[in-house]
């Protein structure tokens, strides 16, 4: 929001315009999990008013379909207002309004606007999420491949200043680390339905145009002729003997032609950020019961079904890997720090 709309949200406070777009999110994930409603096999019960008894479901629609009219109006008139009053921030929706409506691209429709401003939060804040908790799963698992970035880091960044986007080609293990994240959970297995735009012949096999067609992403990732071994986490795959990158940028994971994820660039940018942020001031590691003091188990096949595939709730700790981090930290996040274990969603 703070890019689109130039608006900070608060961390650990219930937020007027962040409730209801992480509810109209979360409804929009659960229900499209194969199985999950009657609504897709039985097109008709779409019909049901939502007060009929039993209309669960459709009361549910109902609930954020609101919510969804919720966040493209309520972040749109806040930028209006602070517009109005000389106090909004640099952001693209007060961009693009402050634009001569005869600049070539302007976009006249208020309506449109809404409708980007609210694409880019559901479409880029859950997916992120899920990188990041699928990130934070392969560190909590896989220690070993933790310590070699925080090592580059170190070296190429030091320990008094936050990696920054400059230090991206310095640092090849991380960018390995990174797309071996994309490569071993890709968020949308199944990528984005599509349609052939005209007859087509793949292998024998006639697609009529109109066909819809699904790119099976998870089937790449896990093509052993390119990627041995491929339900092991292993970043070393995208490094070359010389320990430079490969040419491969996992870049499918983003989907393909016209339906090529529009904000992959952004997401791509911000996801690396994170990531090296994370490496180079928190050591991640497997949680520890209270009582017993042994190590919680945690599964590394347990995902989500549905077009976003997201890890389900587990166990980790997050400790500073130094007090410099510690303060890295306060100064980035401008919040009190304190060690703690997290259930990561």
């Known amino acids: 929001m703070a890019l689109t709309v130039g608006y900070d949200v608060t961390p650990g406070v219930k937020d007027a315009f962040v409730e209801p777009a992480e509810f109209a999110i979360n409804t929009i994930t659960e229900l499209a999990i194969p199985g999950r409603t009657l609504l897709v096999a039985f097109e008709f019960l779409c019909y049901i008013p939502p007060w009929i008894p039993g209309a669960s479901t459709q009361r549910l629609c109902a609930d ?13 008139q806040y930028v209006k207002r602070k517009m109005d ?83 991206r080609p310095s640092l090849p293990y991380v960018e390995a680390l990174y797309r071996e994240v994309h ?82 660039y952004m997401a791509d940018k911000v996801v690396w950020l994170m990531i090296v942020s994370v490496l180079a001031t928190f050591n991640i590691s497997k949680a520890r019961d209270e009582e017993t003091g042994n190590e919680i188990g945690v599964d590394p096949d347990a995902y989500t079904d549905g077009t976003a595939s997201r890890p389900l709730p587990f166990k980790c700790s997050a400790v500073r890997r130094s ?5 890295l930290i306060r100064n980035a996040a401008g919040v009190a720090w304190r060690e703690e274990e997290h259930d990561v969603q």
Request: glycine share 8%; hydrophobic share 35%; charged share 30%.
């Open 183 to 264: 490569r071993w959970r890709p968020v949308t297995p199944n990528g984005a339905p599509r349609a052939t735009v005209r007859d087509d012949v793949y292998k024998g096999y006639f697609i009529p145009k109109g066909t819809i067609v699904v790119s099976n992403i998870w089937a790449i990732t896990r093509n052993e002729d390119k990627y041995p071994d491929p339900d092991s986490f292993n970043p070393e795959r995208f490094l070359s003997l010389d320990g430079t990158l490969t040419d491969d940028t996992v870049s499918y994971v983003f989907g393909f032609g016209r339906r090529t994820c529009p904000g992959r």
């Open 64 to 76: 954020a379909k609101g919510a969804i009219r919720l966040t493209r109006e309520g972040p749109y």
């Open 85 to 167: 009053a000389g106090t909004s921030k640099d952001c693209l929706l007060a961009r693009v309004l402050e634009r001569d409506s005869s600049d070539l691209g302007y976009v006249e429709d208020k309506e449109l606007l809404k409708d980007i401003m609210a694409s880019v939060y559901f479409g880029g804040v859950e997916t992120m999420k899920i990188s990041m908790a699928s990130f934070m799963l392969a560190m909590t698992l896989h220690t070993h491949a933790q310590k070699k970035a925080q090592e580059e880091i170190d070296n190429v960044v030091g320990s008094y200043r936050l990696p920054s986007y400059e230090d």
């Open 323 to 327: 007090e410099q981090a510690e303060s």
